[in-house]
């Protein structure tokens, strides 16, 4: 690492072990002027290879700067920063210093040229991340990190597994295109440790799991960097996978299918990240460069505009310490700042003109359209309705409007709605000028998403799904339950299996067992009183002969000892004198 290159995670990692030893203010402003000092370290990064070292013949590459990097760098560090604002008021440097450092992973996995970097800070963000959780400190929290860890260890063994075969395929540890080795175990683990981490049903059971029992401030951070960090990993290295399309497609229903069926207000929002990681995952199956352009686009505004809403949403569990919609209502009255900062993210999510979703969602949907995909097209439209009527309809109407139920919370800290707005700036800001997010995509831009039938279409589905909503209303009153999906499997499924699996060691013990009896009374047993008979025997009349001979001596000795000097005088010349006889004798 030269001055000229300086790791902009590095930055966020080292600097997080300083908070503990920072009081007051100053506190408070390091942590607004770490994730600032990243941001800009971003920003002056110029296209490059950067801080490689051999190690065990390999060369690791900390520092692959090209313009998907940076791209994903820019919208990590600024996510890193809002999300320190927005935690300026929490008294717990624990949940400060794990923040700042899976950011920092965030962007060592960014910018990581090989396997073995990138797998390091990749299993980094998973135990961050799981420490976001658990510093909920309640026990649901606990639970739900604990499964976490373990799924997210499966997919870091399936990432260092298939690191491993492609470098003995290869010779080489670099993280690049993996087209060329399709099909083969090393692609299949590493594609599966990035799906995994992207939470590709069924393996994404994991995230409404966890995110909504962290921490009201963590939960920001975790929709930014695991999902989006996999979304990047895919972009480089399985670009134009075909199984991605229907997958990506798959995912973005899947994902609001589940939010009908969600009360939890935090758990709603955290199956719409699966429904908007769709996008992007199909957006790299499709591959072209309109599509990866989309993918990159919309996991830049996603990244911000879900921070908004989780954000809202936070503020809400922070004023008032409830989750569920059906315990909610009327907080409108009380809240009107978060809930129009709320709605921001909500109209950028449902790709609402004039905000960021809009501008980059519409370029995977029209992807699929060029490249004569008619029914992904349908099935990403649809999706974006559903998007609509839970996050930008039931959800702020349940939760602001409804039944008062005489919560009279009041608006969240300061620094809580500064964050907020920052964010809802940059939503409105890219919808408005969407050039400024064009520019630093991977490829040259060549879409106008600001056509007439393109708006018009927009918002006759937005005001048709409105529509659906008011009428349907009394139908979609949110109901205090939880749905399960495929963690169903490690929950339910595991506990209904308990039984089988009791009787089954249960006989298993009583085999065991008769094993034992038999082999301890016919073998053991008999062995062993053989050996007492030769202890009695032997070992206990060699111990008394051996008891009586030192007795024996011992009393010839004490005749010997009579206090008489000239005695003993006598008695050591005469040894002298045999000594002497013995040496004349023996020559």
Request: with cysteine; charged share 10%; hydrophobic share 55%.
């Amino acid at each position: 690492m030269t001055l000229e290159w300086v790791h902009p995670g590095l930055v966020l990692i080292l600097g997080a072990w300083a908070l503990p030893f920072l009081k007051g203010s100053t506190k408070r402003i390091a942590m607004v002027l770490l994730p600032a000092s990243a941001l800009l370290l971003c920003l002056r990064l110029e296209a490059g290879t950067y801080g490689a070292v051999h190690f065990m013949g390999q060369e690791l590459v900390f520092g692959r700067v090209d313009r998907l990097s940076l791209v994903f760098s820019y919208v990590f560090a600024l996510l890193t920063l809002v999300g320190m604002i927005y935690a300026l008021h929490v008294d717990d440097d624990a949940q400060h210093m794990v923040a700042l450092t899976y950011g920092g992973a965030a962007l060592g996995a960014t910018f990581a040229g090989d396997f073995l970097s990138l797998f390091v800070f990749s299993e980094l963000m998973a135990v961050a991340a799981v420490l976001l959780v658990w510093l909920r400190r309640t026990p649901a929290a606990v639970s739900a990190g604990f499964r976490y860890l373990l799924l997210h260890m499966f997919g870091g063994l399936c990432l260092l597994g298939g690191a491993v075969l492609y470098w003995s395929q290869t010779g080489s540890l670099a993280f690049g295109d993996m087209s060329a080795y399709a099909g083969s175990a090393a692609f299949n683990l590493i594609l599966m440790a990035f799906l995994l981490n992207a939470a590709v049903p069924p393996l994404g059971a994991w995230l409404p799991d966890a995110y909504p029992e962290a921490t009201a401030t963590g939960a920001v951070f975790l929709t930014a960097f695991t999902t989006k960090s996999a979304v990047y990993a895919l972009i480089r290295g399985f670009a134009g996978t075909e199984m991605l399309i229907w997958w990506g497609a798959a995912m973005a229903v899947y994902g609001v299918v589940y939010a009908v069926l969600e009360n939890d207000a935090r758990r709603l929002l955290a199956y719409h990240i699966i429904s908007q990681v769709g996008y992007m995952v199909c957006g790299v199956g499709i591959g072209t460069e309109l599509a990866l352009n989309g993918a990159t686009a919309h996991a830049f505004s996603h990244i911000l505009y879900k921070a908004l809403l989780f954000m809202g949403a936070g503020a809400v569990l922070q004023m008032t310490g409830l989750r569920k919609l059906s315990d909610m209502g009327g907080l409108y009255k009380t809240m009107p700042l978060t809930l129009a900062l709320y709605m921001v993210g909500a109209f950028a999510i449902s790709a609402a003109p004039l905000f960021s979703g809009f501008v980059s969602k519409s370029m995977v949907v029209s992807s699929a359209a060029e490249t004569d995909r008619a029914g992904i097209f349908l099935v990403l439209t649809l999706a974006s309705s559903g998007t609509f009527l839970h996050t930008g309809l039931k959800l702020p109407y349940y939760m602001f409007f409804g039944k008062d139920r005489g919560l009279r919370a009041q608006e969240p800290p300061v620094n809580m709605l500064v964050a907020m707005g920052l964010a809802a700036a940059a939503c409105i800001l890219i919808g408005v000028f969407p050039a400024l997010l064009y520019s630093q995509l991977p490829y040259l831009v060549d879409y106008a998403p600001y056509t007439t039938r393109h708006v018009f279409d927009t918002l006759g589905l937005l005001g048709f799904t409105a529509l659906g909503f008011f009428m349907l209303l009394s139908h979609l009153d949110p109901e205090s339950s939880v749905s399960l999906d495929t963690d169903w499997f490690y929950r339910r499924g595991l506990s209904a299996a308990l039984p089988v699996v009791n009787r089954g060691l249960a006989r298993l013990e009583g085999f065991v067992g008769q094993i034992y009896d038999v082999v301890m009374q016919r073998y053991v047993l008999r062995v062993a009183a053989r050996l007492r008979h030769l202890d009695a025997r032997v070992i206990d009349a060699a111990a008394v002969g051996i008891g009586g001979l030192t007795q024996t001596v011992s009393w010839g000795l004490r005749a010997m000892v009579t206090g008489n000097a000239q005695y003993y005088g006598l008695i050591m010349a005469a040894g002298v004198l045999a000594a002497l006889a013995l040496a004349v004798f023996l020559q």
